[in-house]
């Protein structure tokens, strides 16, 4: 048996099949196949069990895919040990946010290709929280306020939010003051999910009821600008409305909790090498950027 063999195993045994697994290798679904009858002929046993939904593990596959995951990381952490300075080899899966992600962090990614240029990197973008684990993800890329998980998390920079409405908005129906009168507003939410305010030291939470909803910041922003209502959302993505006059910022004395964007990986003593570069480059980037700001739930 080879590396790739063991690494193939477990990306079918995580996915769930051997289509997604190639996907997520970048290989054809007969190279899968054939790595996984050569694994299962050297060791004399039946791993995988395959039906018209999948591949689901034998008693002897789930077994070994916990000792076969450990060696590929173990093979990992070795080539990066004797690996010449700074080098990065092999494959780095992101998950990112669709929201901020092309614009955002998009570039980031691509100044670490450049730098590295025996490094694959493959970045989903999607405004779904991804289960890092059971979809193959080697870490994600997250903004906002973070939920309770046993995923490890690194802050790489500070976000804020702002509350906006549109001056034909506000011309018809008013701004609110506080965060109670906006129970009396249409609020641009992503589901029914709360809002968050700071009244000096206290955190005020509200549930406020709106028409237009979306799971994307960018679409809510374009329904703030285009009047139907309130928006509490990231500073990054309405500055630019905020400057032309085509948003106004509202409730001022009531900011939205700080929040931050980090990066998230599952649990394990010490992350990759290729992570660790990816968060020092995201912490540098967010160093360097002037009046930084972000979200909103999520």
């Known amino acids: 048996m080879d590396i790739e063999e063991l690494r193939t195993f477990v990306e079918v045994a995580d996915a769930g099949g051997i289509s997604p697994a190639a996907l997520r290798l970048g290989v054809a679904k007969s190279i899968v196949s054939r790595r996984l009858a050569r694994l299962e002929t050297d060791l004399g046993i039946q791993l995988l069990s395959r039906t018209t939904r999948g591949a689901a593990l034998t008693e002897a596959g789930a077994t070994f895919r916990d000792y ?22 092999g494959r780095l899966r992101i998950a990112a946010p669709l929201t901020f992600g092309p614009t955002h962090f998009a570039p980031m990614l691509a100044e670490m290709a450049r730098r590295h240029p025996q490094l694959q990197i493959q970045t989903c973008y999607s405004d779904h929280v991804v289960n890092l684990i059971a979809e193959g993800y080697d870490c994600a890329i997250r903004v906002g306020y973070l939920q309770d998980s046993n995923l490890i998390a690194r802050r790489v920079g500070p976000v804020s939010g702002t509350t906006v409405a549109s001056p034909e908005y506000i011309k018809a129906h008013g701004a609110p003051r506080t965060p ?3 129970l009396a507003h249409q609020a641009l939410m992503q589901g029914t999910e709360p809002w968050y305010f ?24 374009a ?20 400057h032309s006059g085509a948003l ?36 540098e980037h967010f160093d360097n950027m002037p009046g930084t700001a972000t979200p909103a739930p999520g």
């Open 198 to 221: 700071m009244d000096g030291d206290k955190t005020v939470m509200v549930r406020p009821q709106g028409r237009f909803k979306a799971d994307n910041g960018a679409a809510l922003v």
């Open 68 to 89: 076969a995951a450990r060696i590929c990381a173990e093979i990992d952490l070795a080539k990066e040990t004797i690996a010449p300075a700074g080098e990065l080899r």
């Open 180 to 182: 109670d009168e906006l």
């Open 223 to 242: 329904a703030a600008v285009a009047g139907l209502g309130i928006g509490w959302l990231p500073t990054m993505l309405v500055q630019e409305h905020l």
């Open 248 to 283: 106004v910022a509202v409730m001022t004395r009531y900011p939205p909790p700080p929040a931050a964007a980090y990066v998230i990986r599952p649990p394990g003593q010490n992350p990759a090498k290729k992570i660790r570069i990816l968060t020092e480059l995201l912490i």
